[in-house]
């Protein structure tokens, strides 16, 4: 949910130029709320729980905390059964979300759901922006999400880097080596063939991006990378927590691996990126400010685009890990070659 909730924060930042005295909450899962912090275009975040989600009693509690807000905006950027109670009992003045079969009476706006993007920005980001459409605001719209990252925190991170003894004279680049699931995951082997191409062409540091529970799965990566590739990789510069991560981040150059939160969290810090998606995600969607140079993705449907023929998302989410061994990383070297020089990793 990490990168949802960054991307709808642009929502926020938006009300907050056109309605610079205006009271703005966002509802959000409460493991979200540290790519939040910072932002002064929130004044309450309110705080979506394992509890609302367990007990009927728990979401009408919160239904009802909303109600005594008495807000005269309300925009539902979920738009699924947990948010349609919330409106319900919401009683904002006006309610605005996405134009879906058998919940348009829950709004006073529908939006079309548009399929297909009109600009770089992707979906995801197109989407969100459109239920702001409503309000017709007099200020520009900004469509890029932002993390605010504190002198501390950065002081932190950098202390972490010289702890580690990271060469300087480099760049740094994260790798995304795992996604939220299995299914979201570029196979280990492949990924390790990724890490060493970037190694192979760039003279450069080299993190990983992994929880401490993930930490099998980094070491299969890693051992089976070539030694020269090893030799990059600062294997145990982790951060504690969600915000150091972010610290980190902001201390590399790039970030180049699987689709997800460190992904998002990585450009909203206006980093270059290099995105390999899932068979079963739509690129089209979270493939935001995709210009060729400076963010670039893959997705398997760009080299074997029969694979995908007459197939739906359920289908394809279902055959995901077959597909994944079809989508070999000899397919995008010449691409991440082309990325790694495009932003300065000679």
């Known amino acids: 949910m990490i990168g949802d909730v960054l991307i709808s924060s642009i929502i926020c930042n938006n009300l907050r130029t056109a309605y610079p005295d205006a009271q703005i909450d966002y509802l959000v899962y409460a493991s979200t709320t540290p790519v939040l912090e910072g932002n002064s275009s929130i004044d309450n975040i309110i705080l979506f729980e394992e509890k609302h989600r367990n007990s009927k009693k728990e979401l009408i509690k919160l239904g009802l905390q909303l109600r005594k807000e008495n807000y005269d905006v309300l925009i539902d950027a979920y738009s699924k059964l947990e948010s349609w109670i919330l409106v319900l009992l919401s009683n904002a003045k006006r309610k605005i979300s996405y134009k879906k079969p058998g919940r348009t009476f829950l709004y006073h706006d529908n939006v079309p759901f548009e399929p297909f993007p009109k600009t770089n920005l992707g979906l995801a980001i197109e989407r969100r922006l459109s239920l702001l459409e409503p309000l017709k605001l007099k200020t520009e719209i900004n469509p890029i999400p932002k993390l605010f990252v504190s002198e501390k925190e950065n002081q932190d991170a950098a202390a972490l880097f010289e ?105 909203a810090l206006d980093k270059p990126s290099f995105i390999i998606f899932s068979p079963w995600i739509e690129k089209k969607i979270w493939a935001t400010f995709e210009d060729g140079i400076h963010h670039l993705s893959v997705h398997l449907k760009d080299y074997r685009p029969a694979l995908f023929e007459n197939k739906t998302e359920k289908m394809l989410k279902k055959e995901s890990l077959a597909l994944y061994d079809k989508f070999l990383p000899e397919f995008f070297e010449d691409r991440i070659k082309l990325f790694l020089k495009q932003n300065g990793f000679n």
């Open 163 to 267: 702890k580690h003894q990271v060469q300087k004279d480099r760049k740094t680049i994260m790798i995304s080596l795992l996604g939220s699931e299995k299914l979201k995951t570029y196979p280990l082997d492949f990924m390790a063939k990724v890490v060493d191409y970037i190694a192979d062409n760039a003279d450069v540091n080299i993190l990983f991006n992994y929880f401490p529970k993930q930490l099998e799965e980094a070491k299969t990566v890693f051992n089976s990378c070539k030694s020269s590739t090893q030799s990059k990789i600062y294997f145990d510069l982790l951060g504690g927590d969600l915000r150091s991560f972010i610290g980190l981040v902001n201390q590399c150059d790039a970030i180049i691996g699987n689709d997800g939160g460190a992904i998002n969290m990585a450009k």
